[in-house]
């Protein structure tokens, strides 16, 4: 079976975050961004919660428009890596903080950055706080030191983080929550792939 130069792609960056991230990560596969219809084709959670969206020379750049809006809501840092053709009208659609990097496909793809990818000026607390689980909620808000209440709905909860969260401390919470997730309780399937053993999960 032929594989697709997306899936090439997408192999050899997921393995190149891995290698340069340090610390406790882990990058996911078609992640999910609330909200939307949109899921970025690779994101690293660690110290950050940062979005990868891969255009090949196959791709259009219909969909990147809405697909930027979408993750800024989102994510810290953001990377579009685009087949070298895309280039200057990546360059031109997307904001000046997104990062770009152009890839090639051969025998293996290679990767050159031209554009670094800079903290994203807005995240959209609304948004970030629907990736957490309501029992990823109630331990955030116990450890702000309330005492939640235990038949609350989780959109009540996601409001009272809101009202007692700092942006600062729910992007902590989010990426601590995910990172501890247990991949086989996930709503929505996806592929984790961790540095500990450098293996995927199917969520």
Excluded at 87 to 113: M, Q, Y
Excluded at 125 to 154: C, F, I, K, Y
Aim: charged share 25%; net charge positive; with cysteine.
């Amino acid at each position: 079976m032929r594989v697709s130069a997306e899936a090439i792609v997408r192999s050899a960056l997921r393995d190149r975050l891995l290698s340069e991230v340090s610390g406790a990560r882990e990058v996911v596969e078609e992640f999910w961004v609330p909200r939307s219809h949109e899921r970025a084709d690779l994101a690293v959670i660690g110290s950050s919660l940062d979005a990868f969206e891969i255009k090949t020379e196959r791709d259009t750049l219909q969909r990147l428009p809405r697909q930027a809006t979408a993750y800024a809501r989102l994510f810290d840092h953001c990377t579009a890596v685009v087949a070298e053709k895309h280039l200057d009208a990546a360059s031109l659609l997307l904001p000046d903080w997104w990062g770009i990097t152009v890839t090639s496909v051969g025998k293996s793809p290679r990767f050159e950055k031209t554009r670094e990818a800079r903290p994203n000026p807005a995240i959209d607390p609304q948004t970030l706080v629907r990736l957490l689980w309501r029992n990823d909620a109630m331990a955030a808000l116990t450890e702000l030191g309330h005492r939640p209440d235990p038949g609350a709905s989780r959109g009540a909860l996601w409001n009272e983080l809101l009202d007692r969260a700092s942006i600062a401390s729910l992007r902590t919470t989010v990426r601590l929550a995910i990172l501890n997730r247990d991949p086989a309780g996930a709503r929505i399937p996806t592929r984790r792939f961790t540095t500990a053993l450098g293996t995927a999960g199917a969520g």
